[in-house]
């Protein structure tokens, strides 16, 4: 018994010590010499899940590890890569990104440490996997949030919005693209991942022209989200300002409307708030900036995480204003539009100096054609703008997928917007741009 007692006294006297000397800095000696040269354990517990383009690897914690080393093979190959080396030692997770579909792929991860000059590295655990066909792109990205001047997925992959635009959903039967049969053939056809949902505010049926109106509306709304949601693609829920110029005119109405949709799609992973389409008539952004706030604090009491696009001065060409001056909400990204046949090299320039400086931009909207929506197709400025946007992986939306018979319009007159078909017998000269850029990336 009193042997047991001195013994356990010894230890703990010997752990105390080591502690000591480790939170000191000093390396015990006692430890040095039972540490050289002894590898970390094999890592244990390695899964991977695979998407289509990416694979995330978990596994557990190795006790002792300064970091991971990772490695692929694509087994069409046979070839092994070094792919990562993960230096937190408390790292147990990583995503592999840039995949090829539908292809076996094997993974390796090693622990190691540091001994002195050397590094000791554990023995492998390997694992399988076959990246999936293909997915919606919700189910593949997962949730987007916005990290320095960029929109990324879930598993930190730059994400491009590519998306289009319903003209106004209270105009003719502009809402009919909605249906779910027709953003299906937008999603597999063209290569969309995005719906943007187009409710002007004071033209046409305006949101707040009516409370008949507004209920209409909201409807219309409500069957997109949910369409986008069962097709797995995202959706930009716009509050389209444009004959009213400065959104604070209807900021009471429009913090209802987002307190209430933000409150309704908290849990969705695929919702977008667009909170001002266009300020313009001379309002710049010392008074956009308040009504964001105003509008932000009322998403943000609901839903934290969806991402919020402001509206910049003058037809959202004005981004250079915030770059100096930026909202507090970091998920939060500026509005850039473009018209073809209207801006030009001045804006890509302002484009090219805010998003080197940082800036996040959204093009939520461009035309083909000049800045009307009618006339002026120009097929070379709309390749221009969106190579430029593609370097950099800034998303867009093209205005607009509707049959109305102007120039930007991507369908034929008389197209039922409800049932479009895939090919391009309905498509305008613009519609056939963009399905076939938008389908180069697919
Ligand atoms: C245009 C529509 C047109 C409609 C007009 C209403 O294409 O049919 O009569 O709005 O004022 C924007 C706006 C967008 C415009 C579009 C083309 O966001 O609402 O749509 N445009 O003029 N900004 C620049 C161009």
Redesign the pocket.
Known sequence: MKMIKRLTSALLAAAVAVSMAAASGITAHAEEICLTGAAPAKVSGLTATARSTSVTLKWKKVSGAGGYKIYRCESSTGKWKGIKNIKSGSTVKFNSNGLKKNTAYKFRVKAYKKSGEKTVVGKPAGVSVRTKKSMTPAAENGRLRVKGANIYNAYGAKFQIRGMST??IM?EKYDDILSASSLKVLRDDWGVNTIRI?M?TE??GGYTTDPEYARQAKVKVINGVENAKKLGMYVIIDW?V??DKDPNKHADQAVAFFSEMSRRYKGYNNVLYEIC??PNGGVGWSSIKPYAEKVTRAIRANDKKGIIIVGTGT??QDIHEPLKDRLSDKNTVYTL?F?AGTHTDWLRDRFKDCYSKGLPILVS?F?TCD????GGFNSAQTKTWLTLLDQKKVGYCN??ASD?N?T?SAFRTGTDLSKIRSGTSQLTQSGKLIRSWYRKHK
């Open positions: 003209h106004g105009w187009a002007y033209e046409w389209h444009l004959k389409n266009e037809w959202s539009h018209y909207e035309g800045a009307s929506g009618n205005w607009s109305k102007e930007a």
